[in-house]
């Protein structure tokens, strides 16, 4: 049993870094809205605000990501041991997965289709439409990558595909790590673990190897994450201070707002009742028990950046067992994004709608499955959905083509690109909440052994 006062210590640091990273979240907007926003000359991307929240915060998590990956999967896959039992708990994950981000697609999908965001009075539509290539234009980074998708021809159905199945069976890991692609480590860590467990003793040293660098690597997390309340404190500022609280009631507000009220509702409403219905514990509980892995996320825009403070709450505070958070969390920070999905949906039948483009209901069914597809093939990084949203439109534009409509053309999403950080924060904070559902009801299924529970107290 640890001292007394080390719990209430920790528990007091904790509640510290809670209170910082508020303070870092409310400071951060009201410097970015009141010392930084100036509709007249708009802050650029490399403002010394975003430099310095990249530097002191982003980029010291980005440099953990890969090794806690490669680690935490490999000791999770040898703690769970008989594979067997590991193909349940992959079975499971993937299945949670799947299920939640349709209901979160489905959701977004019935949202915009009644909320109708997109039917604005002629003068707004047209605009939109004309500021909307200039914005695709000034985007540079964005219309880049999405340029570079169609070259190498990854920006319809077949190539996302093709992508995820060559992440799925990597050529070379020391590649995919360099690259940060992190599905592909965690195919190799996956398989790395899975002969670790069934080498019997002769391969038991490794055991203990893999779960002394987790722990260490998890000293470092528990040590950068003092720098989160000055990092969002940046990162908020420079994304309040380039679109200012006044695009809230501009014409992109009920755009804004059917992405903010599916989100609302998925992550405060259908993720808690899916975690009572299998673990039969107050969801609220849990979600603040969270805390620090949700803002951090609302902070940072990416859930890989986040993913060392979800796997440090989910297992000090949240109560998730070793075998499913190392496990389940990894993989869901790479593949399982229901913010993404809400948001990719209502995204696209907005600018389709906002082009007076009006959808069959087969159509609609074409954004879910693309939608979730290309939410499953998003990055945990800032803007990810905003690029993969192109797979959605070429194939909604495929469909159109059949039936002799007019298509969409990408730049539209010119239209969104400048409060798409705004609502990367929201989204990217339900796409964590989401993981951690997820740890949290895996931990039923495999939870940490007896002894493992009493080693761990010490
Ligand atoms: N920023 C999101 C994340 O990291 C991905 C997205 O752009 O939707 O989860």
């Given amino acids: 049993m640890p001292p007394v006062c080390d719990t ?26 009141f010392a930084l926003y100036d509709a007249n000359d708009p802050i650029d991307g490399s403002h010394w605000t975003k430099q310095t929240g990249d ?31 590991l193909g349940v708990v992959g079975g499971s994950t993937v299945l949670y997965y799947l299920v939640t981000m349709l209901l979160a697609v489905s959701l977004g999908a019935v949202l915009v289709s009644t909320l109708r965001p997109g039917n604005l009075d002629a003068d707004t539509q047209a605009r939109l439409q ?48 360099a690259q940060g692609r992190t599905l592909g480590v965690i195919v190799g860590a996956l398989m790395l673990g899975l002969a670790i467990a069934m080498g019997g003793t002769r ?35 420079w994304t309040v201070g380039k679109i200012g609280f006044q695009e809230l009631v501009g014409p992109l507000s009920k755009y804004m707002l059917t992405v903010v009220i599916g989100l609302a509702i998925h992550g405060l409403i259908v993720l808690p009742l899916v975690l009572t219905l299998f673990t039969r514990r ?20 990416s859930s890989s950046a986040t993913l060392p403070v979800t ?18 969390l990894p993989l869901g920070a790479t593949i399982n994004m229901d913010g993404t999905a809400i948001y990719e949906a209502v995204a696209v039948v907005f600018l389709f709608q906002l082009y007076g483009i009006e959808l069959a209901f087969s159509e609609l069914l074409i954004v879910m499955i693309t939608a979730t597809l290309a939410a499953i093939g998003a990055a945990g990084i800032p803007s990810a959905g905003l690029v993969t949203m192109v797979i959605v439109i070429a194939a909604v534009n495929t469909s159109l083509g059949g039936r002799d409509v007019p298509q969409l053309p990408v730049s539209a999403i010119g239209v969104i690109i400048g409060v798409d950080r705004i609502i990367d924060m929201c989204r990217t904070t339900v796409n964590v909440w989401g993981d951690a559902v997820g740890a949290k009801i895996i931990t039923k299924i495999a939870p940490d052994t007896v002894e493992e529970l009493e080693a761990a107290r010490g």
């Fill in 311 to 328: 796997i440090e709450s989910a297992e000090t505070e949240g109560g998730c067992s070793k075998r499913s958070a190392n496990f389940v």
């Fill in 130 to 177: 004309t500021g909307a290539a200039q914005e695709y234009e000034r985007s540079g980074g964005i219309a880049t990558t999405i340029q570079r998708a169609r070259e190498d021809r990854t920006d319809n159905l077949g190539g996302a595909w093709r992508n995820i199945l060559h992440q799925l069976i990597p050529r070379n890991l020391i590649d995919e790590m």
């Fill in 55 to 85: 530097l002191i915060l982003i980029r010291p998590l980005m440099l953990m990501i890969i090794p806690l990956v490669f680690v935490s999967v490999v000791a999770g896959v040898t703690s769970i041991g008989d594979p067997s039992k």
């Fill in 203 to 237: 391969t038991e040293i490794l055991v203990r190897v893999f779960e002394a660098l987790f722990d260490a690597i998890m000293r470092l997390v528990s040590w950068i994450i003092w720098l989160t309340p000055p990092g969002v404190f940046l990162l908020v500022a």
């Fill in 282 to 301: 107050n969801p609220f509980q849990f979600m603040w028990q969270m805390r620090r892995a949700l803002m951090t996320a609302f902070g940072t825009d």
């Fill in 8 to 33: 209430l210590s920790g528990m007091k640091r904790g509640n510290l870094l809670t209170l910082l990273i508020v303070i870092g979240l409310v400071a951060g907007c009201l410097f970015g809205q």
